[in-house]
């Protein structure tokens, strides 16, 4: 996970305190999941900039309101999400996340065995052992990182607040309003992507 | 309770890497784990599961406190190695892989279809035994569908705890 | 009750749910009786924790400094109300 936050009362009260530099890093560290919310809804990364831009100042306007009843983090997505969803509508868009769009093979179909031959559907090629020790080096993390920015929206969104964030599927579930079964394809779509990103990366 | 487990050579488990403290000429300590069914858990075999686990090396395991019976496998919350199966590696593993790879030939020659299938068997030995309880499984299974395929994996499986008994 | 024995192209398109928990126990025992035999399968399972443990890893991106100086200036705003 990225490195422990300092806790959500705390950073709300460096916030009041008018603290840049808190300000600074609690942008840093949601900025591509605001952002990965917005295109959700709305088409153009310029709009969904301004929707985000929007969100911070919605989220500074009611610093005073949050509870503590939810995350710090999940209560500025769904604040996201509200500014989004008024951006899409002004826009005439109609509202996204329930439609999962066409399916897509978790791996290239060419690697199995097809219909007719022995043993079809099993691995004509399969995938080599995975090491002992789990690469961490820079070039690895670099190519996950593209790989995640590459992902659909909405598969980016469930990737980031799940794997980078370590939210709960309910949580990620009830914040983004899409049933457990949805949550599970996209978060599947997702990982069976940054996975075979990895795999071209570490087998070269 | 007693039950069997399956272990790579080096001890490790084959979901999760767990290393499990093997037993020398005394039994290895207990691991405890929290019970979630389907879960966590320490995984083990009754004799009528063993042919859909079978791996490198086989030792007998203790289970004990909270214990959750599956279908096809034993979930427990602590468990000890009691001791390696010696003869699991001495011969029996060869001997379950010949047995399933002879199964495998005559369910297959028994149809001219399934030609195909016979001679994938003899390349795969060195699979090992694993991999040919599938075929021997799987080769049943084109021939009498899903049943055929179960009722393999219970031959196969009497077939060790026969011999795992003695 | 599956009318076939799981190929490893349904196994690894099942590997979200198992991974979460989500896989009803007949079908979980499917999946790991298929992982003990096959190798290939093993190597995609060990491959997709370790994909999730390199993605959890992962630190932010930079923001783009255009925007982080617009809401700076929003923020200064912001502090004077």
Known sequence: MTSEPIDDQRAIALLRAGDEQAFEALVARHYATMMAVARTYVKSRAVAEEVVQE??????????????????????????????KTRAVREGRSVPFTALGPDEPAVDPSRFRR???????????????????VAQDRETLWVAMRAIADLPPAQQTVMRMRDLEGSSADEVCSTLEISAANQRVLLHRARSRVRAALEVHLSA | MIGYKFLRADGSTVFSGFSWPLPGSEPGPWVEVPVHPCRSGIHACRAGDLSYWVGETLYEIELDGEIVEQRHKVIASRGRLLRRVRAWEDGLR????????????????????LTALDEDIEPSISDGPAMLGFMAAAI???????????????????WLAERLRS | MRDHHLTCQE?????????????????????????????????????????IETVGSVEPEDVPQETLDGLLVAFREWKRT
């Open chain 3, 11 to 51: 196994i690894v398109e099942l590997v979200t749910d198992y991974l979460e928990y989500a896989l009803d126990s007949e079908t979980a025992a499917q999946f790991e009786e298929h992982i003990n035999f096959c190798d290939g399968c093993a190597a995609y399972l060990g491959q997709m924790r370790a994909a």
């Open chain 1, 115 to 133: 219909r007719g031959e022995i043993y079809a559907g099993h691995w004509r090629t399969p995938p080599s052992a995975a090491p002992d020790v």
């Open chain 2, 140 to 158: 049943a299974e084109e021939r009498g569908g899903m049943d055929a395929y179960r009722a393999e994996r219970e031959r196969q499986a009497a």
């Open chain 2, 94 to 113: 060869d001997e379950f892989t010949r047995m399933c790879a002879n199964r495998a030939h005559e369910i297959a020659r028994a149809e001219p279809v």
């Open chain 1, 55 to 84: 969100a911070w100042l919605g989220v500074l306007q009611s610093l005073d309101r949050f509870e503590g009843r939810s995350s710090l983090k999940t209560w500025i997505i769904a604040i996201v999400i509200n500014k989004a």
